[in-house]
């Protein structure tokens, strides 16, 4: 069978390998009956057993080529001693940080310490998986945390957290660099506790102005690239800058990333001819066409496989599954990603 990991390894597969960005989740009732223990979202990940189990919730359900640990790119701010709580109806919400006070109130150097519980999910996970399934863990990049972190909530603009960056640019660009060493020193242990492919969330990269686009997206991206590949030359990764338009091109270049994942707005037959061919891609199908399902699903998986246009990629969404999607459709889409040649 194809497997993201043998696309890695120069082997391409007529059909490509598939699995889905928040593959588990609320759209699950086998989710849902785990949660439901859970006194909150955080408990749930920081849980070994039941992380475990939710990881390999879509995967006992679904013919899929990877598994995601279970775990969230907010993480790392709690780690590093930021309150964070997940409101059933607000999203996120993290207690106030500012430019000129976070070295006082985070503590960067206890992150792999208070994230042991992760690596002791991903060990569980690991005894679990089937060796050629790919086992991705993952991060926030540096600027979609940055965000967050000085927003203190999700938002639509993030314009509180820009706002701090224009005026303090300095202050930071030095923020973004120990956001680097922190995000890196976590996902280097993701690797050694088993997980075999990464994938970078920069959800937000769409929301960093053009003129910043290299001093805030791409060399923090870079040298988070570095340092991890000083410790794992070969380990995969999938860089997800959400949004970033024609600025692809830069950091599919320039980043170091071995795989672009690629936001529905894209368009997949100018990515497949800008792109590097060395590059895999990955993407991008609408997650509400998952919820529509039927004939304009069909119709739509065959269109991705046409624009790919033969090169090597990994079949998935363009953001992450929505909690009102069918699991028929789910079933439905894998079943025509598996039939094309
Ligand atoms: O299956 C998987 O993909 C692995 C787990 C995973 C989660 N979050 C679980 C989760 C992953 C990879 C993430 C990444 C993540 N988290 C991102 C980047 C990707 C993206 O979706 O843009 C971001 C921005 C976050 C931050 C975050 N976490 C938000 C904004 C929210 C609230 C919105 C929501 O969907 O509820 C979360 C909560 C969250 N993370 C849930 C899950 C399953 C839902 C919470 C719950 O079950 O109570």
Sequence with gaps: MSTILNLFQDQYPSSPPLWFMRQAGRYLPEYRDVRKICQSFLDLCYTPDLAAKVT????????LDAAILFSDILVVPHALGQHVSFEETKGPLLSSLSLSSYQESLNFEQITQNLKPTYETIELVKEKLPSTTAFIGFAGAPWTLALYMLEGQGSRDFAKA????????????????????????????QVTYGVNVLQLFDTWAGLCPATHFEKWILQPTSKLITL???????????????????NLVDYGRFSGVSALSLDAVTPLSWAAKVLPQELVLQGNMDPVMLVSGGYALENTVQVIHEQMNKRPYI????????????????????????RLR
Excluded at 169 to 182: C, I, M, P, R, S
Excluded at 228 to 246: A, E, L, M, N, R
């Design 56 to 63: 390999l919730q879509p995967l006992d359900r679904f013919d």
């Design 162 to 189: 820009k706002q701090q960056a224009f005026e303090q640019e300095d202050k930071f660009t030095q923020f973004l660099d120990k956001l680097v060493e922190a995000v890196s020193s976590h996902l280097i242990a």
């Design 228 to 246: 991890i590949k000083k410790s794992y030359p070969h380990v995969p990764i999938i860089g997800f800058p959400k949004g970033i338009g024609q």
């Design 315 to 338: 079949f998935n969404l363009g953001h992450g599954i929505l909690p009102r999607t069918p699991i028929k459709n789910v079933e439905d889409c894998i079943k025509w990603v598996r």
